[in-house]
Structures are given as structure tokens and as C-alpha cells.
């Protein structure tokens, strides 16, 4: 087949399969599972694998700073085309996307083993990195728009799952009510929750998408970056730092920022891999990915004189505020996917400060690095932490940390992968990637030299705390003490706890290994990823990073290993890892201080800990403004409005031409002189009319 | 090639009598397919009439009127193409429905009949005189649903506008008997309802056509811009037109009728006149106001805009809290309407070409709807939402389709309504940028939010019909039989291939939009 007669190019073919080849798969699943019930698991995992290997052929451009850029015509009327641009950044983010969803689809196969609905499962994963894909690969708003929307839909397949809403498949605690509203979901809801909630930040972007478009007349990236006259034009009617806030507004929704976040936590009823996907690899990231794409192009407008300064506040501050509401939230969970959603809003919280830090800064690469790497690393210890839960989930058949306990022994295996992937998320020192990232991102945030720079980053540092602690804390819960009642009650019964199969703890076991080997080589990753991004930056938005004030720049802290590493971000990362670290091991490791009574002991901390498991009350607070509060009325209008008011409408003609009937019926006597009397009066009338 | 416009309306018409006779002679299959066989074949003529751009056919008719002359340009022809597509594909799914809808009501005749004349008549006479029943009502329906599809092709393609105004009123007799025959609950009284409100529209209507053309001197629409009319009277005749077509497609205020009429009729009334009829309307906008008396046009357009996004607004709200699922997808079809007309006043070429999308996109996903009401009454018997739940595991083609046509109605990629959303809530916003309008501005951000509405209530539905525990008494639910599934899988496989390829429709619909009111 020739694909060049419709705008292909050859030589960017790999780039379209990457994201078409997913949509395939998603394709032919349902047929191939007419033949064997068991084949979508293996077709998704081949799919994805050819869809990885593609991506793999992007990691020279890279390397190289290159980039492959091709259109093809598609709603021709307009003149809008459809494309791919695979740049440096988008070559990073597919890998990241590609691989984990590989090592996620290869786990699938064994967590979905003997789930009667394979089918729909895998048809809905593969969609999903299909549209995941196709949002790091558009090369227009337009078309991201069509991977945007295609992971809030597979979202909202995938959360709602077991669609049966039966009891297991719950997330929260059974009756537990905050200000009179359940906070117990169900799968079925919680995924319309999610797809809710995200499209209010869709409609949010494409509000900005349209106003870009009003003055641009392209969606295309590329156009947008090579001509700025269409944002002198906005800026000159004050329109464009609006528009850039509500493409924001798009990330907010997706990412679970604040305050969009409460989805995220519900959207826990999927199946563990799906929550996997969602946390590390699509759907949250796909905002972050959007801050990154959009960035550097707003950023690159101080050129042309314009301050973006506001838009990048913005940022910041959400990004602020979510890792600080979501960490201290994250510290009071007792289901354990619910510790891991809370903190993947949190981090997700940090990739976006620093990012909005970048351009706050004189040095928007350093954030930027910050950002991405923080992202990366994420992904990789999150997949396998989300993966590592999942298998004590199936194990242990309860979301509840309290229903395991002491179960170090019984799995060896994801007992160690967990700590090293927590590590991860703990940002335990020297050895972890999670801390590098984070280092850096508290570096950018210290040196970046903006008015609010302190107070973001000391609420950066509690975050941290917060973060080692609850990692702590679940790590010592599930693995260290006593069994649980549920646990020995398992035994009892003659099942025995064992080790996930291979096929399981291999994916999870990469990530967690991988998350230590770049950590081992964390800052050289991390000075690669600076000097690529650095590349890109200036090449593509001209975006020029001073030479000698890098972020990796000149101090001398412990000799030449630790050459580039800001002293002061230093201390701040080491100090938070010990203290969450060391407060978590007395609560949960060591149980030197029994944490329920210590809550229970003095009013205030057992206030706070009622209000942040209440979720600060923002969910309440969210479903009785816009869900209850809102139905409420829509009742009463329908009650008294519609059904009365308007409905006299219908009776108005109704009883005048009753009415009417009734007054002619009257006339219709039978009695002939009177009709004769009429009818002599009409002619009377009609003579009248002619002659006078 | 000749005729092909003349043969694709009246073909129908003429053949009607045929179908009412297969049906009385041969039963339900005979009247089924020979109605489809003609609506396919006049769905192909059309679909061929439009390929080589516009296409135009002309016959003399009287002095006073003018010619009877049949267009199809870029405005007509996917209205055209559309609604004898919904028309074609509703007679399938007709079959299974009207036949149960027919025997049920025959049982109940029976049921009445035996309790006043006492049980006495032995049960094969009854199962003889039950099929010679069906058959005449069948071929009764087929022959009234022909006639009707003609009313609505006529309507489009006519370039006159007592023409227009003739076509407008047939598609409304085989309404009215439709309700009225195999309506439910107070049938009669809603078909009288539906008759009153429609036709008291039409007249409306027909005053401003009148007033229009005894001061232009013609009907024809291609004299009538060549003539100076007074502006107050062009005015008068401009409201008569929006009030007429605005009772049509029921927006806000004179939407009362829409809701009765729905819960009342037959299903696949619901889908034609969803899918259809109220498209009619939306076409009287672009070809009576927009094209025909721009002027006025421009005078009313934030109005129109206006009313559309209440309508959207309102529409929306109220299906929300529906029980009966036809009364919630009659509202759902105002807030649908809402959405052209906020097109409609837009002023814009795109916000224009994405209305007129949007007629395409809803028509498609109501009708797929519609027909899953109709698969739902069929296989469960029930109406109220919340009796319903967890069917989807029970109907998985149904629920899928359903779905599909959900994401259609709220304009989530890749279906067709992604396509007709974006294009015109960006023409609206295009237009409120070059005017500096604050109000276009609230209203496209109140358009926005509508969309949110539409998608709570479309997944609150959703989830309260396929998704959550199985009823006890819905254990036995079978999935819908392939009259009613494939037309479903046919509908929602054509929404996602408009909405990956829309230039299917646009290529024709944007450069008449672009000549008609300029880039």
C-alpha cells in the first residue's frame, strides 16, 4: 500500500504507528476473542510491544535534538491538517508512555486471569495508550484534543469496570458520611465522577484552544511557535493570559490538580492496573505533558516583550497547593490504593510547580528538567508501586492495609520491590531517582529567584515530610507487625498466602530496579536530560540558558561527586527524608507509639486527622454546590415551572376551544326558525354591505 | 439523469398505497422491506444528486405561486441525505416494534371487548382475526411513515415557499395519526396537542411567507432577494418565520407541546421526528432566514444565539430529573435543539457549518437512542429509569450502541458530535472576539457548561439504565433482535466515521456557509 499519496511520509511511518498501532490492537481484540477467550491479554501485550519498539526508533531525535514533523490533510474545507510531531520532548514522553504500558499490559495478563470480561478490558487498555500516544505525538490542538477526550473515555470504561457495583469493588468505608454525603463510591460512579470532573477542565481548554484559534487561525504547534503575532494581538485585548489559564484549566482537570482533584481518589475502583496506567503512565500525566508542550511556548513570548509571569504563578501555585492538600490527605488513608492515588496527586502537584517554577525563573530549563524528570521518575516507581499493591490486593482479597500486616515473610519478593519503589517515592538519598528529581525540583524552586519562591519551597520541604512518612507508613502497616484478624482468618481457612505469580512480579520488579539504577546514576541522567532539554529549548522557542548559573553549577559540597548540587535544596531533601522517615519508623516499623491513641490523646490532632480524612471537606463541600444543591433545584423548576407554568401553555388553548365548542354548541339548536332568522339576518348583512 | 429528485420524493407517496396493501395482504416482513427497498433506493438518488455539487431540478406549477423547483445544494444536501438515511433505517427497526405495540393493543381490545360481550369466542379465531389485525394496522403505519419521509424531503428541497409551506404540513398528518393510533395513555388528547401546536406554528409561519411574498410579487426564493421589501415588514415576516420554526423545534417557551408528544408516541415516531422532523426546522433557519433574509438576519442573530443557549440550558436541566426515559430524551432533544439554534446565531461560517453538523451528529445519536428506548420497552417493558440497572451484561450491543450514541450527544472525539461542537462553539466565540461582545461571550461560556449538563444527565442515565446491580426481575432480559441492533451498529459506526472524517459533510456544508455570510 502506498501511503505517501496521503501526505505519509515514509520516513515518519514509525511515528504514526506508535499511536495508531494501540487503536489497532483495540480493534482486533474483539474479534480475536471470538476465536480464544484468553488471546486479547496476549494481542493488547503484542501491540504494545511493536507500539514500544516503534517509539524506541525515536530515541536518537532525542539525543540528537532532531525532529520528525508530518502532515497529512484532514478536514480540508478549513485547511486543517492532521500531523505528528515527534520532537525531543514528545520522543522522551512516548518511551516513558510506551514501555510502562508494556510492563502494565504484561502484568494484565496475569491480575485479569479468568475475569470473564478479558475482552473489554484489554480492548479499553489499549485505547487508552492509543490515546495517550496521540497526545504526545499531535503536532495541533485539535488533534490532542482527540487523545484528550479518549483517555477521559477510557478512564471512565475502565473505573467503572466491574460495572456490577458489587461491595468489594467500593472504595471508601461503608456508610462512612461526610457533611451527610456518602463517602462510599461505587465503581460505576466513581467513573462518572471522573469523566465529569475532567470535562469541566476540557471545556475549560478548549475555551483556550478557541481564543488561540480566533487569533492565530491554527491550532498547529509549530505555527504558534514560528509566528507570535497572533499572541501580541491577544495580549494587546488582554485575552491571552486567559486563554493560556484555561488551557491550564485542561491540565488541571486531567491531572487532578486542584481544585479538580477529588476524581482521582474515586477513580481507585478500577482494577489495579488500571490505576497503574492512570497514575504512571496516562491520564494524569497527559496534563503534565500539556504544561510541558505549552510552556516553553508561552514562555519564549518574552521575546516579543510579553510577561507571562501570571500564567506561570498560576501554575505554580496549584501545584503548590495540590502537593501540600493531597500529601497531608495522603497520611490518614487506610485502603492502600488510596494512600498511592493521594500521592500520586501530590507529586503530580510537583511536576507542576516546577514546570510553573520554570518560568517564573531566569533559567527555564532548570525547572523544566526538574519537572520532567520528576515525571519520569514517577512514573516508573508509581507503576510499580500501584503494580507491588496490586498483588496484595489479590492476595490478601481486601483494600484495607489494616486487613494485611506482617506480610514480609509471606512476600518476600514484593515485600523488597516495594521498599526500593518506595524509596522512590520517599526520595531516600543518593540511591533513588525520586530524589534527584526531587532535589532538583527544590533547587529550581529555591534558586529561581521570584518574590514567592521561599514560602513555595518550604511548602515543597513539608510535603516531602509528609511524603516519606506515609510511604513509611504504609510500607511498615502492610509488611511489618502482627498478621491481621483477616489475614490469620485467611490462613485458618486452609489459604495460603503466597507469592504474586512471575508474570506479575517481574513488570513491577523492572520498575522497582529501574528506579534505583537511575537513582545510582541520577544526576549524569539528570545532566543528560538538562543538556537535551537545553537543545530543544534554545532550537525550537530560543529559549537561551545562561551559561554558568545552571541549577548543576559550582559548588563544591562533598567533593566532586556532589559537584552541581545546590547545598541549601540539599539539606532540605535530606533533613525532610529523616524526618518522615524517622516519624514513620516509630508509628509503624518499630511501633514504639501506638498512632491510634497518640491521634486520640489531645483534641487537636484527632481535629486534624478527622479533617483530613474528610478530605478537608472539599468533596462534601463539591457534590453539595454542584451535584446536590443543583439537582435539588433542577427538581423544584421541573415542579413548579415546568409542570405548572409552562404547562398552562398547553391548557390556555386547550380550555378556550372547549370553551368555544361550548358556546357554538349552543347555537347548533335544531330548531329550523332559528336558523332561518340567521340566515335572513346574514343575507341582510351582506346587502348592506354591497349597497351602502 | 433526470428526475432523480422528483422520483426520491415522490416515490414514497405513490408507492405508499403498495406498502399498505403488502402489509394487509402479505403481513409485516413484505410491508417492512418493501418500504425500505423504496427509502433505500430514494436515500441512494439523493445521496447521488448531491455527489457532482449542487444539483437542481425545475417544473412549471401555477402563476401564482411560482415554480415548483427541487435543490439540492450544500445546506440541503445533508439535511436531505440524513433524514431519508433515519427514515430508511427506521423502518426496520419499526417491525418488531409496532407489530409487539399493535398485538398488545389488539389484546387489549380483546381484553375489553370480552368483558362486555362475555368469554364465548374459541381461541382460533381469535389468533386469525389477531394476525389480519397486524397486518392492516402494519400496513397502515408503513404507508402513513412513507408519506411522512416525503413531507420532510420535500421540505428541503423546495425552493418556493408555498412549496416549502405544502410539504411542511403533510409531514404532519401521518404524525397525528401516528399518535393517535398507536400512541400511549391520553393519545388521542396528545395527538390533538401535538396537530394544535405544530399547525398553529405552520400558520404562523405562513403568514410571514405570505407577507413576504405579496410584497416581492413571488414565492420563488431566487426572486425574492432581487426584490426591496420594507424593512418593517421584512421585520414582521422575520418574526412570524422564527416564532413558526422555533415552535418546530421546540426551544424554550414553546417547547410545551415536545414533551407530551413524546411520551405519547410510538417509539419510532420518537426517533423520525427527533431525528428528523425537528431538523426541519433547523433548516427553515438557514434556508427562510439566514439565506433568504440576511438583513433581518443579522438583527436577530444574538437573539436567536440567545434563545438557543436558554434552550440548551433549560432542556438540560430538566432532563436531568426525568423518570420516563422517552420524557428524558424529549428534553434531552430540546436541549439538543438548543444547541443548532445557538449555532443558528452565531453569525459566524463555522458556528453555521457546526449547527448544521449538529443536526447530522444529533440526528444520528438520537435515533440510535431511540431506538434503544424502543429495544428497552421491548425487552424489559418498562419505562422508568429506575426500575432499570445493570442491564448492559443482559444487552451488550444495545448498552454498547447506546454509549456510543451518548458520547455523540455530548461531543466527545471520535464521534461526529466532537466535530459539530468544536466547529461551532468556535464560530460563536469568532464572532463575539470581532464584535466585542460580553453577551456572546457569557453565552458561549454558558454553552460550554450546557455541554457538561448534557453529558451529566446522559451518564447519570446511563449508569441508571446499563451499569449497577441487575433488578431481580430483569434476570431474563435478552438482548434486542438484529431489526433493532443493526441499524443501531450501522448509526454508530457512521458517527464515528463522520467524526474521523468530516469532511464527508463539511466539504459541501462550510463553503455554502462561506458565501453566505463570508468568512
Known amino acids: 500500500m502506498d501511503f505517501s499519496s496521503l501526505g505519509f511520509s515514509a520516513s515518519a511511518l514509525n511515528v504514526w504507528a506508535i499511536w495508531i498501532l494501540p487503536f489497532v ?61 515527534a520532537d525531543p520532548l514528545a520522543a522522551i514522553m512516548t518511551n516513558i508512555v510506551a514501555w510502562i504500558s508494556l510492563l502494565i499490559f504484561i502484568y494484565s495478563t496475569g491480575y485479569m486471569k479468568g475475569d470473564k470480561d478479558l475482552m473489554r478490558f484489554f480492548f479499553w487498555m489499549s485505547f487508552f495508550i492509543g490515546s495517550m500516544q496521540l497526545i504526545v505525538l499531535s503536532d495541533n490542538f485539535l488533534q490532542l484534543f482527540f487523545g484528550w477526550e479518549g483517555v477521559g473515555l477510557a478512564s471512565y470504561a475502565l473505573v467503572g469496570f466491574w460495572y456490577r457495583d458489587k461491595k468489594k469493588d467500593h472504595v471508601g468505608i461503608e456508610g462512612r ?11 460505576t460512579q466513581a467513573g462518572m465522577k471522573a469523566f465529569i470532573m475532567t470535562k469541566v477542565g476540557d471545556i475549560m481548554m478548549l475555551a483556550g484552544m478557541f481564543l488561540i484559534f480566533a487569533f492565530a487561525g491554527t491550532f498547529g504547534f509549530k505555527e504558534l511557535a514560528a509566528n507570535t503575532g497572533w499572541a501580541t494581538a491577544m495580549s494587546s485585548q488582554n485575552l491571552l493570559i486567559p486563554a493560556a489559564i484555561l488551557l491550564f484549566g485542561g491540565a488541571i482537570g486531567k491531572s487532578a490538580q486542584f481544585p479538580l482533584n477529588e476524581w482521582l ?19 494524569v500525566k497527559a496534563g503534565v505533558f500539556l504544561v510541558a508542550r505549552l510552556g516553553p511556548l508561552f514562555f519564549a513570548l518574552a521575546a516579543a516583550g510579553i510577561s507571562m509571569d501570571q500564567f506561570f504563578e498560576v501554575i505554580t501555585w496549584v501545584g503548590a497547593i495540590t502537593a501540600f492538600l493531597l500529601a497531608t490527605q495522603g497520611m490518614v488513608q487506610t485502603e492502600i490504593k488510596k494512600v498511592l492515588a493521594y500521592s500520586t496527586g501530590s507529586q503530580i502537584g510537583y511536576m507542576m510547580m516546577a514546570l510553573g517554577i520554570a518560568g517564573l525563573s531566569r533559567q527555564f530549563v532548570d525547572g523544566y528538567t526538574a519537572g520532567f524528570f520528576q515525571l519520569i521518575s514517577h512514573a516508573m516507581f508509581k507503576a510499580s508501586l500501584f503494580m507491588a499493591a496490586g498483588s496484595l490486593l489479590h492476595v490478601v482479597g481486601s483494600r484495607f492495609m489494616t486487613d494485611m500486616g506482617g506480610l514480609r515473610r509471606l512476600m518476600p519478593k514484593t515485600y523488597v520491590f516495594m521498599w526500593a519503589a518506595g524509596l522512590g517515592l520517599m526520595a531516600a538519598p543518593f540511591i533513588t531517582s525520586g530524589f534527584w528529581s526531587k532535589d532538583a525540583i527544590f533547587a529550581a524552586v529555591y534558586q529561581s529567584g521570584n518574590t514567592w519562591a521561599m514560602p513555595i519551597f518550604i511548602m515543597a520541604v513539608i510535603t516531602a515530610v509528609m511524603t516519606t512518612f506515609y510511604t513509611t507508613r504504609m510500607i511498615g502497616i502492610v509488611f511489618f507487625g502482627n498478621k491481621s484478624k483477616h489475614v490469620e482468618h485467611l490462613e485458618k481457612e486452609g489459604y495460603h498466602i503466597h507469592e504474586a505469580s512471575p508474570v506479575m512480579w517481574i513488570p513491577y520488579g523492572i520498575l522497582a530496579a529501574l528506579t534505583i539504577g537511575v537513582g545510582v546514576l541520577g544526576l549524569a541522567f539528570e545532566r543528560k536530560l538538562h543538556n537535551i532539554f537545553t537543545a530543544y529549548l534554545s532550537s525550537t522557542f530560543g529559549i537561551q540558558s545562561q551559561v554558568g548559573a545552571v541549577a548543576t553549577g559550582s559548588s563544591q559540597l562533598l567533593g566532586g561527586f556532589l559537584e552541581g548540587v545546590n547545598p541549601i535544596a540539599l539539606v532540605a531533601s535530606l533533613s525532610a527524608f529523616a524526618i518522615g522517615f524517622v516519624l514513620g519508623y516509630i508509628f509503624y516499623i518499630g511501633k514504639f507509639v501506638d498512632p491510634a491513641k497518640f491521634v486520640n490523646s489531645n483534641i487537636v490532632f484527632y481535629a486534624i486527622h478527622k479533617f483530613f480524612l474528610n478530605r478537608w471537606y472539599l468533596d462534601a463541600l463539591i457534590n453539595w454546590t454542584f451535584v446536590v444543591g443543583p439537582l435539588y433545584l433542577a427538581r423544584g423548576a421541573y415542579r413548579y415551572f415546568e409542570d405548572r407554568v409552562m404547562e398552562g401553555l398547553n391548557l390556555i388553548p386547550e380550555k378556550t376551544m372547549a370553551g368555544g365548542a361550548r358556546i357554538l354548541q349552543s347555537t347548533q339548536t335544531g330548531i329550523s326558525q332559528s336558523y332561518l332568522y340567521v340566515f335572513g339576518a346574514g343575507i341582510l348583512i351582506v346587502v348592506l354591505l354591497l349597497f351602502v | 439523469m433526470q428526475y432523480l429528485l422528483l422520483q426520491a420524493i415522490f416515490l414514497p407517496l405513490l408507492l405508499s398505497p403498495v406498502a399498505y396493501y403488502l402489509g394487509k395482504k402479505s403481513g409485516p416482513n413484505a410491508a417492512t422491506w418493501f418500504s425500505f427497498g423504496i427509502l433505500a433506493y430514494c436515500t441512494a438518488l439523493v445521496t447521488l444528486a448531491s455527489l457532482s455539487g449542487t444539483y437542481e431540478e425545475h417544473y412549471p406549477w401555477t402563476q401564482q405561486f411560482g415554480e415548483f423547483g427541487l435543490v439540492l445544494d450544500g445546506l440541503a444536501s445533508p439535511f436531505a441525505i440524513i433524514i431519508y438515511v433515519i427514515s430508511t433505517v427506521v ?78 404540513e403533510v409531514m404532519l398528518i401521518p404524525g397525528f395519526f401516528m399518535i393517535a393510533f398507536w400512541g400511549y395513555e391520553a393519545k388521542r388528547r396528545v395527538a390533538l396537542l401535538f396537530f394544535f401546536w405544530t399547525h398553529v406554528g405552520a400558520v404562523i409561519l405562513l403568514l410571514g411567507f405570505l407577507t413576504i411574498g405579496f410584497n416581492a410579487g413571488s414565492f420563488n426564493y431566487a426572486d425574492i432577494q432581487e426584490h426591496g421589501i420594507p424593512h418593517r415588514l421584512l421585520a414582521l415576516a422575520a418574526v412570524a418565520i422564527i416564532v413558526g420554526l422555533g415552535v418546530k423545534m421546540a426551544a424554550f417557551v414553546v417547547h410545551i407541546w415536545l414533551p407530551h408528544t413524546y411520551r405519547a408516541a410510538p417509539t419510532p415516531l420518537n426517533a423520525l421526528s427527533s431525528g428528523a422532523m425537528l431538523g426541519v426546522g433547523a433548516y427553515g433557519f438557514f434556508r427562510l432566514l439566514i439565506a433568504l433574509l440576511p438583513g433581518e438576519y443579522a438583527h436577530f442573530a444574538l437573539f436567536l444565539n440567545l434563545w438557543g443557549v436558554g434552550t440548551m440550558l433549560y432542556g438540560g436541566i430538566m432532563a436531568l430529573v426525568q423518570d420516563d426515559i422517552k420524557k428524558f430524551f424529549a428534553y434531552s432533544s430540546i436541549s439538543q435543539m438548543g444547541y443548532i439554534l445557538f449555532g443558528i446565531g452565531s453569525a459566524s461560517a463555522l458556528g453555521l457549518s457546526g449547527a448544521e453538523m449538529l443536526f447530522v451528529s444529533h440526528s444520528l445519536g438520537k435515533v440510535i437512542l431511540f431506538m434503544m428506548v424502543g429495544a428497552i420497552i421491548l425487552q424489559v417493558g418498562t419505562r422508568s429509569i429506575t426500575k432499570m440497572g445493570g442491564l448492559a451484561g443482559k444487552m451488550p450491543i444495545t448498552a454498547t450502541c447506546a454509549m456510543i450514541g451518548v458520547l455523540t450527544l455530548v461531543g466527545v472525539p471520535p464521534t461526529s458530535g466532537f466535530m459539530a461542537e468544536w466547529t461551532m462553539f468556535n464560530g460563536a466565540l469568532q464572532t463575539a472576539i470581532q464584535e466585542g461582545s460580553i453577551i456572546r461571550m457569557i453565552s458561549f461560556g454558558l454553552g460550554l457548561i450546557a455541554t457538561v449538563i448534557t453529558m451529566a444527565y446522559s451518564l447519570w442515565m446511563i449508569k441508571r439504565v446499563f451499569l449497577g446491580k441487575l433488578p431481580v426481575h430483569l434476570e431474563n432480559t435478552k438482548e434486542a433482535n438484529w431489526y433493532v441492533t443493526g441499524p443501531m451498529m450501522v448509526l454508530a459506526g457512521f458517527t464515528v466515521v463522520i467524526g474521523i472524517d468530516p469532511d464527508i459533510f463539511f466539504n459541501q456544508i462550510i463553503p455554502f456557509m462561506k458565501g453566505l455570510v463570508g468568512v
Not at chain 2, 407489530?99 to 393493543?105: D, G, H, L, N
Not at chain 2, 382460533?124 to 400496513?139: D, F, H, P, R, T
Open chain 1, 25 to 85: 490492537g483495540a480493534l482486533v481484540i474483539p474479534a480475536v476473542a471470538k476465536v480464544s477467550k484468553k488471546s486479547p491479554g496476549y494481542v493488547a501485550v503484542a501491540f504494545a510491544l511493536v507500539s514500544a519498539i516503534s517509539a524506541a526508533t525515536l530515541i536518537p531525535l532525542a539525543l540528537h535534538n532532531q525532529e520528525i514533523h508530518n502532515q497529512i490533510p484532514w478536514i480540508s474545507s478549513i485547511g486543517l491538517k492532521a500531523g505528528i510531531l
Open chain 1, 177 to 187: 458520611t461526610v457533611l451527610g454525603l456518602l463517602d462510599y463510591y461505587s465503581p
Open chain 1, 265 to 283: 481518589l474515586e477513580a481507585m475502583t478500577g482494577p489495579t492496573p488500571v490505576s497503574a496506567l492512570i497514575h504512571a503512565a496516562t491520564m
Open chain 2, 91 to 168: 423502518v426496520l427497526f419499526s417491525k418488531p416494534y409496532m407489530v409487539a405495540k399493535i398485538t398488545a393493543q389488539y389484546e387489549e381490545k380483546m381484553h375489553a371487548q370480552k368483558q362486555v360481550v362475555g368469554d364465548g369466542q374459541t381461541a382460533m379465531v381469535e389468533s386469525s382475526s389477531l394476525k389480519n389485525y397486524v397486518n392492516n394496522q402494519i400496513g397502515i403505519y408503513y404507508a402513513l411513515l412513507l408519506v411522512m419521509a416525503m413531507g420532510m424531503l420535500g421540505s428541503i428541497l423546495a425552493t418556493n415557499l408555498i412549496e416549502f409551506y405544502v410539504f411542511f
